[in-house]
């Protein structure tokens, strides 16, 4: 290790001294615990990024999922509300990881795999985002966020609730029996009018109809002679589409959205110029926690529980006991 990065370590390690916060110091120096402590729950990570399996305790995880997946700059009750929703993500994934081990991380209980599980960012990944100084104020403002609402997690009739969330739902969150198929007391469509209109992530693609029948795999397809183009005959009533009309084929507006890789189901459809215009606005599939709505009902005084019980219908939020 050089000079400059020595320096560095010791500047940093001094200012977390300074405001007292273990935990920050443990995340920044990559403490991972090969013996569990009283009182700590331990997570088996894949970091799918170094096929690594790394074990480390629930807090120290938490923060480095919260650093990734919610932006720093955000209220910090915003992102209490992200650690209170990340730690019952990750506990009932933990779960039913141990009950059905998932082949997508074998030996773990979570992976790094936003797709899958949660994103993580290491150290590593944060300071190479935010650089040393940036690293400093952000690490510190998320682990205060973690250790604020250490141990809580939302519950309904007594069990870990799924905590999805999502980035931005554009005005309204989305129903999960409209996404996955099947009701979820909890996870029904709420308002959401906390959204800044510039955050709303509005874009249009467009493809031409061949791109987007090699895109469903329908590259063999023969268009009939009375193909009516592409509709949306199917709306839910937060105005995502349901199902999508492709030349004559119904497709799940979920399923072309990941073929695609559309920011949201929440779109319009138009043809220009002999291709298909899809316009979206939103980001994620809409159900549960709006992550940009949570900072705005932040930025109007609203606290973490507030924003919780606002996005989960009828949830308690209770401190998990390690045991658990």
Not at 24 to 37: C, H, N, S, T, Y
Not at 85 to 96: D, F, G, N, V
Not at 190 to 195: A, L, M, N, S, T
């Amino acid at each position: 290790m050089d000079v400059v990065r020595v320096v560095g370590v010791v500047a940093l390690l001094c200012a977390f001294a300074i405001v007292g916060i273990p935990s920050a110091i443990a995340f920044l120096i990559g403490r991972q615990l090969a013996v569990e402590q009283p009182g700590e729950i331990l997570v088996s990570m894949l970091d799918q990024a170094t096929g690594e399996l790394v074990r480390m305790a629930l807090e120290d995880y938490l923060v480095g999922v919260v650093a990734a997946e919610m932006p720093a700059a955000f209220e910090i009750e915003a992102l209490k509300a992200q650690a209170v929703a990340a730690r019952t993500y990750t506990l009932k994934k933990i779960t039913a990881n141990r009950r059905d081990p998932s082949p997508a991380h074998p030996g773990a209980d979570v992976c790094t795999d936003a797709a899958h599980c949660q994103a993580w960012s290491s150290r590593e990944d944060l300071m190479a985002r935010w650089g040393l100084a940036g690293y400093i104020g952000n690490i510190r403002k998320i682990v205060g966020a973690v250790e604020a609402t250490s141990g809580l997690v939302m519950t309904y009739e007594g069990e870990l609730i799924d905590a999805v969330y999502h980035a931005s739902c554009g005005g309204a969150t989305e129903d999960a029996a409209n996404v996955w198929g099947r009701p979820i007391p909890y996870l029904v469509s709420v308002k959401c009018d906390y959204e800044r209109p510039e955050r709303t992530f509005r874009e249009t693609i467009s493809v031409t109809p061949a791109e987007l029948l090699a895109a469903l795999g329908l590259q063999n397809y023969t268009l009939p002679a009375t193909a009516s183009g592409v509709q949306i005959p199917a709306m839910t009533p937060t105005a995502r589409a349901k199902t999508v009309s492709v030349f004559g084929l119904s497709v799940p507006a979920t399923e072309l959205r990941r073929a695609l890789g559309l920011k949201s189901t929440r779109m319009s459809v138009s043809a220009r110029s002999g291709k298909i215009e899809f316009t979206t606005s939103g980001y994620g599939h809409g159900v549960g926690l709006c992550q940009y709505g949570a900072d705005g009902m932040a930025r109007q005084g609203a606290t973490f529980d507030q924003i919780l019980k606002h996005y989960y219908t009828g949830v308690q939020i209770q401190r998990i006991s390690p045991e658990r």
